[in-house]
């Protein structure tokens, strides 16, 4: 397992900006996926972007493409979601989780699937308001 802890989230006003954090515990981060997910109040838990191990390829949602950029730094074990013009229906608890399975081949359709990550943040609250 791993320990996974995000941060960043908070308060913004429609059209700002915030930047998500999840750090990783463990020296085996670099050689896994990672994915960002979100669950609103009544609603289900949503995919919202992931980054292959090296970086090299990421996906994101319909809903946040264009807007929304996910990165990785294998030296720091973290994995970053950078949220730029936000709107007030991005508002949910932000969870970061990873995929333990090492140097995967990155599949859009498979990486969006909750099921197919191991390990899961505590998440951090986004609140956007109008």
């Known amino acids: 397992q791993v320990l996974l802890v995000e941060s960043g989230g908070g308060l913004v006003q429609a059209g700002g900006s915030l930047r998500l954090s999840c750090a990783a515990s463990?020296?085996?981060?670099?050689?896994?996926?990672m994915g960002w997910f979100r669950q609103a109040p009544g609603k289900e838990r949503e995919f919202v972007a992931a980054?292959?191990?090296?970086?090299?390829?990421?996906y994101y949602s319909d809903s946040v493409k264009g807007r929304f950029t996910i990165s990785r730094d294998n030296g720091k074990n973290t994995v970053y979601l950078q949220m730029n013009s936000l709107k007030p229906e991005d508002t949910a608890v932000y969870y970061c989780?990873?995929?333990?399975?090492?140097?995967?081949?990155?599949?859009?359709?498979?990486?969006?699937?909750?099921?197919?990550?191991?390990?899961w943040g505590q998440g951090t609250q986004v609140t956007v308001s109008s």
């Open positions: 989780a990873a995929d333990l399975v090492p140097y995967t081949t990155f599949s859009a359709s498979y990486y969006s699937q909750a099921d197919k990550y191991d390990s």
């Open positions: 980054v292959s191990w090296s970086g090299g390829s990421t």
């Open positions: 463990g020296r085996t981060f670099s050689s896994y996926a």
